[in-house]
């Protein structure tokens, strides 16, 4: 038996609610909005009430895929890590590092996006990265 | 008071008559929900109170059905106030957790609570902790009789047309544990709208909740627009105790309106 | 936003403009309603009469595409009354005397003919903000998402200058951020043009405090492709290679046919995501990463506060933490990364970013900080420009109306706007993967006035095919009066019935926004799926 609340922040709209994942044996059962949360006080939308349904959903992503004769297969993670590696820095030592582009996320945390920009950065060498903060 | 409290949760998980206590603990600055284990761990048990009394209330005895269900071979103690005794025996009454496998830990409410809640009994009829203050009566719900008819129909017809179908009214609710809400019946409002349907909507639940609200006022805490849902509520239960001689939450048995 | 959402419920006026607040920033909408219950007078401004709009003390709809044409109405009734504030224009402001000269030569009437809005109504809306101890403006895309984003953000700043209403509590011009971390990620320098914390990447001292810091100078000193640009140069065979982390443009991006076709082309196109979504199923290869209940982070909101995210499970089968993916495929490709937790990020973050100097996992127990905060004893900003700009003076930019890129005509004679719907989010990669929010709005629709309805010969519930200058769509009819003759609307969640393979791509020259919020359309019947 094991029945833990993790105290997080909303992954939908900008205001940015606290509240905590209810788990139980594991599995995620559900949304408790945080009564002491300065950003929304115990309250939350349809959207954060809901937010844990999506999380095991089956259709996730369970394993690499890498397309082959046309169709994305399952993969293990050394060869996609290795052949996207491989393909990236290919490309780069061909056509320049600016034949490359990064797009970082607003959905993805602070620290992602900054090692995410460093990588393009300081390891590809482009400032070839946006993200759809105007859509 | 709280010491009451952890030292008589202590002792029922040493005991071994519990296997797991839920309660409130203070973690990451915040009162959080939490199923004690280890005894140790109560040492951070937290009543609800951090900035001012009860501002950290959460329905435990909610979260306790599906914890319960999924340990039918588990005996869980809990932490509630009057009104989540309240809301225990109306679970038990629908069958949502046996009374066999819950001890609960009763402590009373401070008048500042009892005050600001409006609450009739502020406090479990088995109190192990804290001292009994008197209930109060409904003065929200006088003071809205006390409008004429039209005034009053405004009035709540601008609240509901407020609502922005978040259903948290309903997610919060102790005692909301139907499969199929009527929130969600095409039968009885028009759903898939934004905003609901006003006024059917919100009275389309409160004449479910009559015989099944406790009165603990987590639904208006939960409102992200402020409608006086407690208020709503009590008028129900107002409704329900002259016409049925019916008191929710205090009556022993189902209501009346679930022989129908 | 320069204010935080809490100081919103104590504003004596509250202007809302090209947001649907109650929609898609219900918990900033919460404090609209406190505000009003305190007796905030509540303007609303907004093409459509949106769910907050009902409990507005004035209330209007404004042609798509004409804000700058209101606002600098609303300017010339508060000037010609002498309702604006001359102490704050003098001590904290300049370019007012060439701004002043441009609204002085603006008529309330034409612009009332423009708006749609009566002369009696821009004037009363300029009482009400003008005369309000302190006014909070809020916006949204409705005021971004057009060619002339920018103008309309300035025209905005001016209307708070020219009344003081701007670095005091409760006031403010304070732009809603649409997606979680969308403040985040500009903050981390997800941006072409910016380190983190908007340090530049053009400006030499940047450029090599961060080279130091990162023991590489191989990025160039010049302002990168922004998504726009990368598909331009992904047609033109100058971008082979794209890394997508997170995002899904073909549904997102305007005019997505045409992305979609860039995509398909690419050479090498590797997807980060949750879903196999649209975008990823074009990819080469695609990566299973971690939603936000599987990882420790923060997440930094609207109002600038930076919060954290904690793990609660673990992510499904083989899936990975996104950092850690980073982290191998930089090592992979010759940059080795070390970074043992998403603690020590922050740590380097903290340590690089000026305006996150104080930041650190331990202050952020609690209420989390409100950047700027720039070392560990500073207790984090609550609102901006308190005693100066910060680039001095704030200054008045003379902003001329410029109609929309496209106007309807004989052809496509309806305007269509676009947006959010409250049980939905984005490209609905989550929502659509929920099933309690997915059962709210099933399947796409459009929203018409009944008069356009009727003409149109579509009822409620029939199937409409809807056609712009670049592609079109099916959708079912919903009759409402919450929009005016002429303006119709739909939701961009829907892949199957994807909006943006409607909306115009045009473009704001500086900010590089897309104009999704007005195109021009034509309705029929679809009598195949009627």
């Excluded at chain 2, 409102?223 to 939450?249: H, N, W």
């Excluded at chain 3, 508060?78 to 609204?103: P, Q, S």
């Excluded at chain 3, 612009?111 to 002369?119: E, M, V």
């Excluded at chain 3, 409620?460 to 009819?477: C, H, L, Y």
Aim: aromatic share 8%.
């Amino acid at each position: 038996m094991n029945y833990t609340t993790a105290l997080t922040t909303c992954t939908y709209c900008g205001c940015g609610c606290n509240f905590y994942l209810e788990v139980l044996d594991g599995k995620v059962i559900g949304t408790i909005p945080c009564k002491t949360s300065p950003t929304n006080e115990g309250k939350l939308c349809i959207k954060g009430w809901n937010v844990h349904e999506f999380v095991q959903n089956p259709k996730r992503l369970t394993k690499p895929l890498i397309r082959k004769n046309g169709q994305l297969l399952e993969a293990d993670w050394e060869e996609a890590l290795d052949f996207t590696a491989s393909k990236l820095k290919e490309i780069a030592g061909k056509d320049g590092p600016d034949s490359l582009a990064f797009l970082a996320s607003a959905k993805l945390s602070n620290e992602e996006n900054y090692i995410y920009q460093k990588f393009a950065r300081a390891g590809v060498g482009t400032n070839n990265i946006d993200h759809c903060a105007r859509l | 008071m709280i010491e009451t409290v952890k030292a008589k949760a202590k002792e029922l998980l040493e005991s071994g008559n519990i296997q797991g206590f839920l309660g409130l603990i203070e973690k990451n600055g915040h009162i959080a929900p939490h199923l004690f284990t280890d005894p140790v761990e109560l040492q951070a048990l937290n009543l609800g109170d951090r900035e001012k009394a009860g501002d950290a209330r959460y329905p435990l005895t909610k979260y306790l059905i599906q914890i319960a269900k999924a340990h039918p071979e588990h005996i869980f103690g809990i932490l509630v106030r009057g009104c989540d005794e309240r809301s225990l025996k109306t679970l038990y009454n629908w069958n949502q957790l046996d009374p066999n496998q819950v001890v609960p830990l009763g402590f009373a409410c401070p008048e500042e609570l009892a005050e600001a809640c409006e609450c009739l009994q502020p406090y479990p009829d088995a109190c192990e902790a804290g001292e009994k203050v008197s209930g109060r009566s409904f003065e929200g719900v006088a003071k809205l009789d006390a409008m004429e008819r039209g005034e009053r129909f405004d009035y709540w017809n601008e609240q509901f047309s407020k609502c922005i179908k978040c259903y948290g009214c309903r997610d919060v609710c102790p005692v909301c544990f139907c499969n199929e809400c009527s929130l969600a019946s095409d039968d009885l409002i028009q759903t898939k709208t934004f905003p609901p349907e006003t006024p059917l909507f919100h009275l389309v639940r409160a004449v479910h909740m009559a015989g099944r609200c406790v009165d603990c006022g987590l639904c208006e805490q939960a409102c992200p627009v402020g409608i006086p849902l407690r208020t709503l509520y009590k008028k129900i239960y107002a409704i329900m105790d002259s016409e049925f001689d019916y008191q929710m939450g205090y009556s022993e048995e189902k209501s009346p309106l679930n022989l129908l | 936003m320069t204010n935080s959402v809490a100081e919103i419920e104590n504003a004596g006026c509250i202007f809302i403009i090209g947001s649907n607040t109650s929609s898609s920033h219900p918990l900033v909408a919460t404090r609209i309603y406190r505000a009003k219950e305190k007796g905030a007078k509540v303007i609303v401004a907004d093409p459509r009469q949106i769910h907050v709009a009902d409990i507005a003390d004035l209330a209007v709809q404004q042609n798509l595409g004409t804000d700058v044409a209101l606002l600098n109405a609303v300017m010339k009734v508060i000037l010609d009354n002498n309702w604006h504030d001359e102490a704050f224009i003098r001590d904290r402001t300049e370019g007012f005397e060439a701004f002043k000269e441009l609204i002085d030569g603006v008529s309330v009437e034409d612009a009332s003919a423009l708006t749609g809005i009566s002369a009696e109504k821009i004037e009363k809306m300029a009482e009400i903000y003008a005369k309000a101890d302190t006014a909070s403006i809020l916006y949204c895309m409705g005021i971004t998402q057009h060619t002339t984003g920018v103008d309309n953000v300035k025209t905005l700043a001016n209307l708070a200058m020219l009344t003081g209403n701007v670095g005091r509590e409760s006031t403010g011009v304070n732009p809603l951020r649409g997606q979680n971390n969308v403040q985040g990620a500009c903050d981390m320098g997800g941006l072409p043009n910016v380190f983190s914390g908007y340090q530049q990447v053009i400006d030499q001292a940047s450029h090599e405090k961060m080279a130091k810091a990162w023991d590489s100078g191989k990025f160039p000193r010049e302002v990168g492709l922004t998504i726009p640009e990368m598909i331009t140069g992904i047609e033109q065979g100058t971008v082979k290679g794209l890394y997508v982390l997170g995002e899904n443009p073909i549904v997102s991006d305007p005019d997505s046919n045409h992305v979609a076709k860039a995509l398909e082309k690419i050479d090498f196109l590797v997807v980060q995501d949750i879903f196999l979504t649209p975008t990823a199923e074009l990819a080469h290869v695609v990566l299973p990463g971690a939603c936000f209940a599987e990882k420790d982070g923060t997440f930094t909101n609207t109002e600038r506060r930076v919060m954290r995210v904690r793990k609660a499970v673990d992510p499904p089968g083989e899936a990975r933490q996104d950092w850690e993916i980073i982290q191998e495929l930089a090592s992979r490709f010759g940059y080795p990364l070390h970074y043992e937790s998403p603690k020590a990020i922050m740590e380097e973050i903290a340590a690089v970013t000026p305006s996150y100097g104080g930041i650190s996992y331990e202050r952020l127990e609690g209420e989390g900080l409100q950047w700027p905060c720039p070392d560990p004893e500073h207790s984090g900003t609550v609102y901006l420009h308190k005693d100066k700009f910060a680039r001095g003076r704030g200054l008045f930019h003379p902003i001329e109306f410029k109609p929309p890129a496209e106007s309807t005509d004989a052809d496509y004679p309806l305007w269509l706007t676009t947006g959010r719907i409250f049980s939905q989010y984005h490209t609905g990669t989550m929502t659509r993967n929920s099933p309690t929010l997915s059962s709210e709005y099933p399947e796409n629709f459009l929203e018409m006035n009944p008069e356009d309805a009727r003409e149109l010969g579509l009822r409620q519930g029939d199937s409409a095919r809807i056609a712009s200058r670049r592609g079109e769509i099916t959708a079912r009819t919903q009759v409402t009066e919450r929009l005016k003759k002429g303006t119709v609307f739909v939701p961009f969640h829907y892949v199957e019935s994807s909006v943006n393979k409607l909306t115009n791509p045009a473009m704001d020259p500086v900010a590089k926004i897309p104009e999704y919020k007005v195109c021009a359309v034509k309705i029929q019947k679809d009598t195949q799926s009627a």
